[in-house]
């Protein structure tokens, strides 16, 4: 008799642990909803991005779509003195192309111009003003970033979104 009262006994046990344990798994995903939603919500209204700030994402553009300017002859520019480092450095740069997009209005404006090396000497400038801002460290390991920038600042000479990359063949730090 007492071993049946025991199977009785663990038996309700049993059955009401399943029952509390359901009450509670129903309770917690219940709150991890409403926490899910919240969490969403917060990042709606923020508008998180999870790129560097400031960076947009450029469209792809076929390149069918594209028209290329070569930058003639090599730009030799002085780079900043590193802190302690008074020896003169420069950056050679060799091979620079502007990449076009035909397809965006600017291009009708400009594009025939800078294709004619009209603007030359402005976006050689452009180059030069942003390269001349960074010492010879940053050129040699970052120079993907300064490439960047200086995609932004030929951009922000035309105010038009038709210049579409700068690309540099050939670069030597001295």
């Not at 420069?90 to 009708?108: D, P, R």
């Not at 294709?115 to 452009?126: N, Q």
């Not at 010492?135 to 490439?147: G, K």
Request: include cysteine; charged fraction near 25%; glycine fraction near 6%.
């Amino acid at each position: 008799m007492k071993k049946n009262l025991l199977s009785v006994l663990v038996l309700a046990l049993v059955l009401v642990n399943v029952i509390l344990s359901a009450v509670m798994m129903f309770s917690v995903l219940s709150t991890n909803k409403k926490t899910a939603a919240l969490v969403n919500s917060v990042t709606s209204i923020l508008n998180l991005e999870l790129d560097k700030p400031g960076t947009e994402e450029q469209q792809e553009v076929p390149m069918s779509d594209l028209a290329f300017w070569n930058l003639e002859g090599k730009m030799t520019i002085p780079l900043a003195n590193e802190e302690g480092d008074e020896k003169p450095h420069y950056l050679v740069l060799e091979g620079i192309a502007i990449s076009m997009n035909t397809k965006e209005k600017g291009y009708k404006t400009y594009g025939e111009d800078v294709a004619a090396g009209s603007y030359a000497s402005v976006i050689k400038d452009a180059i030069s003003s942003v390269v001349s801002g960074h010492t010879i460290e940053e050129c040699s390991n970052n120079f993907e970033e300064i490439r960047d920038e200086i995609l932004e600042s030929v951009k922000a000479l035309f105010d038009k979104d038709f210049i579409y990359g700068v690309a540099i063949s050939n670069r030597q730090v001295q």
